[in-house]
């Protein structure tokens, strides 16, 4: 079946250094979304990708689907404490379900 | 504030309890869902339901149930669990069940089953 893969599943990083999570899927997406989940919380939508190739930021955050839509990173510059948690990316199946990927629980040492 | 919530936030129950959880969206959406979230596993789908039906069932064990009085509400009964069925349970909607909605989850149920 359809399936969505996040590497790395954990990554500590020293406060300050810089964070990359890279999502991909077995089969050509028609979006991918991203979501934060806080230590204890729940799933938080941070932003939606649609055309090939499109990056997009928020603050810190840079988001870019691939060129061939089947793959999508998040990078986080000058990580800080706020960022700590696990970074979902999820798409749609053929059937219309969100198919979200493992997650890469992300850890920052002060 | 979510828009979506959830109750109880935790619950234990024993193995031949018979509980049910809840969740009502604010939103005005007309798909909800349960997902399950364990350690160290992906967010399980487990029920999805448009506009009051059923439309996805995501082979469930039929020990929990779900029902779906309106497009606001949505509960999940739950009878003879298992220990393996502690987990997070989220509840979630969205504005319909097409490719590009965004899924708003609730801030979780966690089960503990003993």
């Known amino acids: 079946g359809q399936q969505v893969m996040q590497i790395p599943q954990y990554q500590h990083v020293q406060e300050g250094e810089d964070f990359t999570t890279y999502c991909n899927s077995s089969?050509?997406?028609?979006?991918i979304q991203w979501y934060k989940q806080r230590p204890g919380g729940h799933p938080v939508f941070l932003i939606q990708l649609v055309k090939s190739g499109e990056v997009k930021k928020q603050k810190r955050l840079t988001f870019q689907f691939g060129e061939a839509k089947k793959n999508s990173s998040l990078h986080i510059t000058a990580t800080q404490t706020t960022d700590v948690g696990t970074y979902f990316c999820?798409?749609?199946?053929?059937?219309?379900?969100?198919?979200f990927g493992q997650g890469t629980t992300l850890q920052v040492k002060p | 504030e979510t828009g979506v919530t959830q109750t109880p936030r935790h619950l234990v129950m024993g193995m031949t309890n018979k509980k049910s959880l809840k969740c009502e969206q604010h939103l005005g959406h007309n798909a909800m869902y349960w997902y399950k979230q364990s350690a160290k596993k992906p967010l399980e789908l487990m029920f999805v339901?448009?506009?009051?039906?059923?439309?996805e069932n995501n082979s469930v064990p039929s020990r929990f149930s779900p029902e779906c009085p309106n497009s606001s509400h949505l509960f999940l009964h739950l009878h003879t669990l298992q220990p393996e069925d502690s987990a997070l349970y989220l509840c979630?909607?969205?504005?319909?069940?097409?490719?590009?909605?965004?899924?708003?989850f609730g801030e979780g149920s966690w089960l503990t089953v003993v």
């Open positions: 339901y448009n506009f009051k039906e059923q439309t």
């Open positions: 979630a909607s969205s504005q319909g069940r097409g490719t590009g909605n965004t899924i708003y």
């Open positions: 089969t050509t997406l028609s979006n």
């Open positions: 999820a798409g749609p199946s053929n059937t219309g379900k969100l198919i």
